[in-house]
């Protein structure tokens, strides 16, 4: 793995950041640590209402989540400040 690939960031490591464990993580959004599970490691992909719940609770941008999950974010702006 070269160091731009482990720069990209993870869902598992944007977890482990948080403190968290899978189990507390799962608790936390009312779901099953298999969910997160399947989740980190690529086998699904979580709905936009769960996302942004993930984004909450890990404290990281939306942007952040979609790279995390592999999801091409090109072309879509940043939010403009208010």
Known sequence: MNSQEQSK???????ESSGLTQEELSRRLNLSF???G?????KKIPRFDNIILLARELKVS?????????????????????
């Open 38 to 42: 399947d989740w980190e490691t690529g």
């Open 62 to 82: 939306l942007k952040t989540l979609a790279k995390a999950f592999r999801l091409n974010i090109d072309g879509i702006p940043d939010d403009e400040p208010s």
């Open 9 to 15: 960031p993870t869902l598992k490591n944007l977890r």
């Open 34 to 36: 298999r969910t997160i």
